[in-house]
């Protein structure tokens, strides 16, 4: 098992930046990506960017792209998403999922982190 713990989430005033955390313990062994996801109230949950556990690929959603950035730090066993020149429509809960090395399927999700952007 895989456990994941997001945190960094709070208010931010429109052009601002936070920075997210993904903690992950247990069985870090069998992680081979960690990626985030957001969802917004009455939308449904929205790919936002992906990282290689053990190699250097990385991915967005076309939202992002230019403004967010994922990282890892695999001595301490997080993934981080730093997020610039934030928009009222970033606003939601982000979340973050480890896949499976094995499978490629994401097996393991964090609980979520409250992110709200005032304009």
């Known amino acids: 098992q895989v456990q994941l713990v997001e945190s960094g989430g709070g208010l931010v005033q429109a052009g601002g930046s936070l920075r997210l955390s993904c903690a992950a313990s247990?069985?870090?062994?069998?992680?081979?990506?960690m990626d985030w996801f957001r969802q917004a109230p009455g939308q449904e949950r929205e790919f936002v960017a992906a990282?290689?556990?053990?190699?250097?690929?990385?991915s967005y959603g076309d939202p992002v792209k230019g403004r967010f950035t994922i990282s890892r730090d695999n001595a301490n066993n997080t993934a981080y998403l730093q997020m610039n020149s934030l928009k009222p429509e970033d606003t939601a809960v982000y979340f973050c999922?480890?896949?499976?090395?094995?499978?490629?399927?994401?097996?393991?999700w964090g609980q979520g982190t409250q992110v709200t952007v005032s304009s």
């Open positions: 990282i290689r556990w053990l190699g250097p690929d990385t």
């Open positions: 247990g069985r870090t062994g069998t992680v081979y990506s």
């Open positions: 999922a480890a896949t499976d090395t094995i499978t490629k399927k994401y097996t393991h």
